[in-house]
């Protein structure tokens, strides 16, 4: 059973280029989250999908950031223009969405981006 | 304030050791708790949920207090495959948010 599959794994950029990282959420999950990773803050929610529709994007820095989910198979997010600041690990989850406590997430691979 | 609050570490045990880790949540309602496994440039994974009356799972005990807002994960014998980051998570009570504690990091070594 494939799980949560993001692409690409490394992406390296100058600053000013766009950038968009990919990911196929587990077949048959309600919620795709994408979550920012760095050793200052930690892992971040950045916005999340319910049935392909953006619920809460309150976790977006800013325009520069942008998702979209245009099927129940298919997430992207994008910047543009990117910063080095945007130097990250990027992962992508997905989930059931049952409202019962044994909820779980399940993590894609991640995207690790360099911004130079 | 943080939603999840963590020790950052790191813990240097010896195999065998039992080690504890604690983490507090702000949110009095929120509804479910786990705690995630990361390895260095990996993926979370999940290691447990944390039930309100305590669960175990091998070597490995979670314990849920509400009234302190804390939540314990307990190692016993230590292996050196449990060497990792170790997540803290809270789900808020839309049943839709997680919240990630910024990991403890645990280094076992022979």
């Known amino acids: 059973d494939a799980g949560v599959i993001q692409s690409p794994r490394h992406e390296v950029t100058e600053m000013g280029q766009e950038v968009t990282l990919r990911c196929k959420p587990i077949?048959?999950?309600?919620?795709l989250f994408w979550y920012r990773q760095t050793m200052m803050r930690g892992l971040e929610l950045l916005i999340y999908?319910?049935?392909?529709?953006?619920?809460?994007d309150s976790g977006m820095p800013e325009d520069r950031f942008s998702a979209k989910m245009p099927n129940a198979s298919f997430s992207t997010l994008k910047i543009q223009p990117s910063e080095p600041r945007d130097s990250a690990v990027y992962f992508c989850?997905?989930?059931?969405?049952?409202?019962?406590?044994?909820?779980?997430?399940?993590f894609g691979s991640g995207t690790q981006l360099s911004v130079l | 304030r943080k939603e999840v609050e963590q020790d950052p570490g790191p813990f240097n045990v010896p195999e065998g050791a039992t080690v504890a880790f604690n983490c507090t949540y702000s949110?009095?309602?929120?509804?479910?708790f786990f705690w995630y496994r990361q390895d260095c440039r990996k993926e979370p994974k999940l290691l447990m949920s944390?039930?309100?009356s305590g669960n175990e799972d091998g070597r490995f005990t979670a314990q849920l207090n509400r009234a302190s807002q804390y939540i314990s994960l307990l190692i016993r014998d230590s292996k050196l495959s449990d060497s990792a980051t170790y997540l803290c998570?809270?789900?808020?009570?839309?049943?839709?948010?997680?919240?990630f504690g910024s990991g403890t990091k645990l280094n076992v070594k022979p």
């Open positions: 989850a997905s989930s059931l969405g049952q409202r019962t406590t044994k909820e779980k997430l399940f």
């Open positions: 077949s048959g999950h309600d919620y």
């Open positions: 999908f319910n049935n392909n529709v953006p619920i809460d």
């Open positions: 949110n009095s309602a929120s509804q479910s």
């Open positions: 944390v039930y309100s």
């Open positions: 998570v809270v789900k808020g009570n839309n049943f839709n948010k997680f919240y």
